[in-house]
């Protein structure tokens, strides 16, 4: 995109956002408190899921494979904040998805900080030693979105610890179905072959890839398998919520 286009683009967006910020005030989620998307007092109603296997759903603390399952996997684990049955966090996640509300990734970053903060008192986790990588979308829905909603989340994450990003080389270069309304045989067919990694080799990185919801964990994997090929070392999925 020339330069000259994406400065339309930009005065675009932020028309659209004026308009939906106008039409559209924010408003708490919960006890509809203007102002903002959820207040300081109803952040308390965002809880942290129990961390498990995501093959087997075996309880641990670490949110990693079991010995038995971690072969299906190109991920060695996936850590998962909340739960998309929490009404709260669900309508956060729609509002930044499906309403364009680009501010709500301050909120969900934050949720995400707190959560690895907990998990860290648990599990030996040390941040520094990962790169940070947002699950990229096709050209096309971002250009409807206007932006990125893993890329906002994981550049906010980021600088609550200081952490590098890698944004442009991993690319979707397939504009897939929606995943959420297939089953999970549907999603690992839907979403292979659909990334590509454009930078140079790995050399052992370790990585954590960011998402908003995690169902089955297809999307995550299938990255990681194109990330393990490129020659990264141990990759963790962080996601905000199980769907």
């Not at 000259?4 to 408190?33: A, E, M, S, T």
């Not at 499906?98 to 909120?107: N, Q, R």
């Amino acid at each position: 995109m020339s330069y000259k286009l994406q400065i339309i683009k930009n005065h675009v967006l932020k028309g659209r956002d004026f308009i939906f910020d106008f039409i559209l005030p924010k408003y708490c989620l919960n006890c509809r408190k203007e102002g903002e998307w959820l207040c300081a007092q109803c952040q308390d109603l965002l809880t942290f899921k129990k961390q498990y296997c995501l093959h087997c759903k075996t309880f641990n603390t670490s949110g990693k494979f079991c010995s038995s399952c971690e072969k299906k996997y190109f991920l060695d684990g996936v850590l998962i904040a909340g739960d998309y049955d929490n009404q709260i966090l669900a309508e956060l996640i729609k509002k930044i998805k499906y309403h364009f509300a680009k501010d709500v990734s301050e909120i969900l970053a934050q949720f995400l900080k707190n959560f690895v903060l907990e998990y860290q008192k648990k599990n030996n986790f040390n941040l520094k030693n990962f790169i940070l990588i947002p699950i990229p979308l096709h050209k096309k829905r971002e250009n409807f979105r206007g932006f990125n909603q893993s890329y906002e989340l994981t550049q906010k994450f980021a600088e609550f610890f200081d952490l590098k990003i890698n944004k442009h080389d991993l690319i979707k270069i397939k504009n897939t179905k929606a995943q959420a309304k297939l089953n999970e045989n549907e999603r690992k067919n839907n979403i292979k072959e659909s990334f590509s990694w454009q930078g140079k080799n790995l050399k052992k990185q370790n990585i954590i890839l960011i998402d908003d919801v995690v169902t089955t964990g297809s999307t995550l994997n299938e990255c990681a398998r194109i990330l393990k090929n490129n020659g990264a070392g141990e990759i963790i999925g962080l996601a905000v919520a199980k769907g």
